[in-house]
């Protein structure tokens, strides 16, 4: 079982950036798929981005895809989330979330990971 650890969320006006970490420990990032999702009060758990173990593939949603940018550091064992021209309908929980060799469009499914962090949250302002 990998322990997950976000950090950098915030507030933040509209059309600005900010990028969130995902520190692991008790496990390697590399062999890991990685996942972020948010959750807004009273609406369903939402994927925004994913990264596969080994080679790396990425996965976005619709509503994210050229904005944010998901990326894996081996040598700090830290998955990040690089959000740029943020939005008001951005504001939320973000969560990441791990399952070891995730792969493929599993990868957008919440139910697929084993392993989540306790999340931080992004406010966009209007």
């Known amino acids: 079982q990998v322990q997950l650890v976000e950090s950098g969320g915030g507030l933040v006006q509209a059309g600005g950036s900010l990028r969130l970490s995902c520190a692991a420990s008790g496990g390697t990032v590399i062999r890991y798929g990685m996942g972020w999702f948010r959750q807004a009060p009273g609406k369903e758990r939402e994927f925004v981005a994913a990264?596969?173990?080994?080679?790396?593939?990425?996965y976005y949603a619709d509503s994210v895809k050229g904005r944010f940018t998901i990326s894996r550091d081996n040598a700090k064992n830290t998955v990040y989330l690089q959000m740029n021209s943020l939005k008001p309908e951005d504001t939320s929980v973000y969560h990441c979330?791990?399952?070891?060799?995730?792969?493929?469009?599993?990868?957008?499914?919440?139910?697929?990971?084993?392993?989540w962090g306790q999340g931080t949250q992004v406010t966009v302002s209007s």
């Open positions: 979330a791990a399952r070891l060799r995730g792969d493929g469009e599993s990868l957008r499914g919440s139910v697929y990971y084993t392993d």
């Open positions: 990264i596969s173990w080994s080679a790396g593939r990425l």
